[in-house]
């Protein structure tokens, strides 16, 4: 079967980094993407790898390891606005997107 | 209209009662989706759609239905609401081509009473 696994929830301190880890197992692999979700809202999309490494993008990193089904999100310099949740989605051989439960971030002054 | 618009933005229907959530969008994208989101579980697919015209089963497609007549709607219909079916629904869309960013919409939250 399909599945993705992240952290029901974690908390960090204003100003702060954090990390944010996803693992994957997928009928295939054509990318794994990164979605900032804030209460009430839609998701929004953050990042996009399909090649190992780290991809930065301003306060916000993805690294991507695919022999190990294993990806993190890093969020730098953390303000109030970043509590939100993380969704972690892999698109499969079919390329549909398989998501994760959401990661919430709660963030302490 | 800018991006994707759903409608309506909330409801509360009567066990039984027929409903079409409205999807539309204005980006020529030719893939459209059809999730489910509840409380602890990741958003789920019920339908998509790869090109206007043709449509496809999600990983929790029955008791919906779709369509696609043009590129830009793709209504959702609920033929006869059950209590299981309340939750929060977000369309969304891409261009489809290969692995692309997908948009979603403000979501509809509904609740089957």
């Known amino acids: 079967g399909q599945n993705i696994d992240q952290p029901t929830e974690m908390t960090a301190t204003e100003g702060a980094?954090?990390?944010?880890?996803?693992?994957?197992?997928?009928?295939?692999?054509?990318?794994?993407?990164?979605?900032?979700?804030?209460?009430?809202?839609?998701?929004t999309f953050l990042s996009y790898n399909v090649l190992d490494g780290l991809e930065e993008k301003g306060r916000f990193s993805s690294f991507?390891?695919?022999?190990?089904?294993?990806?993190?999100?890093?969020?730098?310099?953390?303000?109030?606005?970043?509590?939100?949740?993380?969704?972690?989605?892999?698109?499969?051989?079919?390329?549909?997107?398989?998501?994760?439960?959401?990661?919430?971030?709660?963030?302490?002054? | 209209?800018?991006?994707?618009?759903?409608?309506?933005?909330?409801?509360?229907?009567?066990a039984g009662r027929r409903m079409t959530l409205r999807c539309t969008q204005d980006?020529?994208?030719?893939a459209m989706y059809w999730y489910r989101q509840d409380l602890g579980l990741g958003l789920r697919l019920i339908h998509y759609s790869n090109t206007a015209g043709t449509t496809?089963?999600?990983?929790?497609?029955?008791?919906?239905?779709?369509?696609?007549a043009n590129t830009d709607d793709f209504p959702l219909t609920l033929a006869s609401a059950v209590p299981?079916?309340?939750?929060?629904?977000?369309?969304?869309?891409?261009d489809g081509q290969g692995a692309t960013e997908a948009f979603f919409g403000q979501g509809t939250r509904l609740t089957v009473v």
């Open chain 1, 17 to 43: 980094i954090v990390q944010i880890n996803c693992t994957y197992q997928t009928s295939g692999f054509n990318g794994l993407f990164w979605y900032q979700q804030h209460a009430g809202e839609a998701p």
């Open chain 1, 64 to 109: 991507l390891s695919r022999s190990k089904g294993y990806s993190y999100l890093l969020l730098k310099e953390l303000q109030m606005k970043d509590s939100a949740s993380y969704l972690c989605a892999v698109m499969d051989s079919n390329y549909q997107l398989i998501w994760g439960a959401g990661t919430k971030l709660i963030i302490k002054p």
């Open chain 2, 1 to 14: 209209i800018a991006g994707i618009t759903q409608a309506p933005t909330s409801q509360i229907l009567a």
């Open chain 2, 27 to 30: 980006m020529r994208h030719n």
């Open chain 2, 56 to 68: 496809g089963k999600g990983e929790v497609p029955d008791g919906y239905s779709v369509s696609r």
């Open chain 2, 84 to 94: 299981s079916q309340t939750s929060v629904y977000f369309c969304a869309s891409s």
